[in-house]
């Protein structure tokens, strides 16, 4: 599993995301607010990849002296590793 900054190319794939999480979303909106959070905070933008597949990803930002989360996705076999990262399933 790979750590890395979220790319802007990876936009619309992030937003797509988003959206598919809930259902209500308006993807426009989701892509506009997305794209803020990749352009003022690269470095708070991250995601996990295994064989080029998103796994999870965080979109957040720093609103005063606490930081915010814009949007999360959590695969289930990310959420796995997540809660144990010493101990790797093959599930």
């Known amino acids: 599993m790979k750590l890395r900054k979220i790319e802007l190319l990876e936009l619309e794939h992030i937003a797509n995301l988003l ?7 308006d993807f426009d909106k989701a892509k506009e607010h ?10 708070l933008c991250l995601e996990t990849e295994e064989n080029k597949k998103v796994l999870a990803f965080i979109i957040s930002h720093l609103h005063e002296n606490a930081l915010e989360i814009g949007g999360i996705l959590c695969e289930k076999k990310a959420r796995r590793y997540l809660e144990n990262p010493y101990k790797r399933s093959s599930k």
């Open 19 to 25: 959206v598919e999480q809930c259902s209500g979303r």
């Open 34 to 43: 997305t794209e803020w959070h990749i352009k003022a905070f690269p470095e």
